[in-house]
């Protein structure tokens, strides 16, 4: 076995958690050989909860486990940590945009980010799932200075899983038979579900979905913004956001990031624009990545016609207006 890893859920309270810490510690993400420590961080007044939720890991009895450390203290939280779900923050209600948690979130990314900075790995690879999740990244790994910026992304995996779960249903096909649909932007109803660039396998041959489905109008329209508006539609119906779907995202993207993407696939996440596809540098915006070695690199060369230019064009001033906004946020 290898030496255990200290990996930090914070929101580890809360409901994404309540699922996401079962996946790590089942070895779902890091491993099923390699033993963790897990770090959970909450808020004074959730300590009571967080001790129940100790318990029962501990009466899972997961050979994985080594170590639980429950904790208020960011500097017990993210001491030596690899590897951070950055969670916990306050979720949208009812009516709400993501971008109006900015307020309430981002002093938390920024406090959070000094944190990591001062005690993490200098590797720590750094989950932001907290909403407005691109530019609480953003501004948590700003504050985070001698950690690279490339080791921050942003959680647009639960939009993609949604997106090729749509498109497999659309062709009665199972998900694994669909892949490479990407999200483009922020995690927000501006976000930009692209399918144009994916494949999707009939009858045992990989062929672009787009021809699989005729050139639907459908790709355009309904498919994006059911994609775009689905966190709201589960709010609407759950009178909670999604929690098991989110879970089962974050742990798709730190697997991604551990183990890298499959030949011919990429995912999609969001990390720091270096001007790629025309979007303004200094965003954390979610683009196609393949990875390898734990680094990701954009990928580079689809096409981009007059209506997903329009789409990107609309995330991106989202997210400079959310960055504008955050950093006079955390000037305070
Ligand atoms: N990027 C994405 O795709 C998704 C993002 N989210 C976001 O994830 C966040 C968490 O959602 P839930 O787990 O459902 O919320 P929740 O309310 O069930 O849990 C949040 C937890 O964070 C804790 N918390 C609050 N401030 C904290 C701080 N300063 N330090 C540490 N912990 C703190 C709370 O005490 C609570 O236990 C929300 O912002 C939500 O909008 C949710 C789903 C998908
Ligand atoms: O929609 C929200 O604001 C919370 C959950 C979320 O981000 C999502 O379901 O995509």
Request: no cysteine; charged share 30%.
């Given at each position: 076995m290898s030496e255990p890893i200290r990996v930090v859920v914070t929101g580890a309270a809360g409901q994404i958690a309540y699922s996401l810490i079962y996946m790590l510690s089942r070895g779902e993400v890091f491993g099923y050989d390699q033993p963790i420590i897990l770090h959970l961080l909450d808020i004074p007044p959730m300590m009571e909860v967080l001790e129940g939720v100790v318990m029962e890991i501990t009466d899972c009895a997961l050979p994985l486990v080594v170590g639980v450390v429950p904790t208020a203290d960011l500097s017990v939280a993210f001491k030596d940590v690899e590897a951070a779900f950055m969670v916990g923050s306050m979720p949208r209600k009812k009516g709400m945009e993501r971008k109006d948690l900015l307020s309430a979130n981002v002093k938390i990314f920024k406090e959070q980010g000094e944190a990591l900075d001062k005690?993490?790995?200098?590797d720590v690879k750094v989950l932001v799932v907290g909403n407005p999740a691109n530019t609480n990244a953003l501004m948590c790994s700003k504050f985070a200075p001698?950690?690279?910026?490339?080791n921050f992304s942003a959680m647009t995996r639960l939009d993609q899983n949604r997106a090729q779960a749509a498109v497999a249903n659309r062709l009665g096909l199972r998900i694994n038979q669909v892949r490479n649909v990407t999200i483009w932007g922020n995690?927000?109803?501006?976000q930009f579900p692209d399918a144009f660039h994916a494949s999707a396998q009939i009858n045992g041959i990989w062929k672009p979905v787009a021809e699989a489905l005729n050139n639907s109008p459908w790709l355009k329209d309904e498919f994006v913004t059911t994609v775009q508006n689905r966190g709201a539609a589960v709010i609407a119906a759950r009178k909670m956001s999604s929690a098991m779907s989110a879970a089962k995202a974050a742990a798709d993207h730190m697997k991604d990031i551990w183990h890298g993407t499959a030949p011919g696939t990429y995912t999609s996440m969001a990390v720091l624009s270096d001007g790629s596809y025309g979007v303004p540098a200094d965003i954390m915006f979610s683009f196609p990545v393949t990875i390898a070695n734990k680094q990701w690199k954009i990928v580079q060369g689809l096409s981009v016609d007059d209506f997903s230019r329009s789409k990107l064009d609309v995330t991106a001033k989202e997210l400079l207006e959310e960055k504008q906004d955050a950093v006079a946020l955390c000037q305070d």
């Open positions: 005690y993490a790995k200098k001698s950690i690279p910026k490339e995690h927000s109803s501006t």
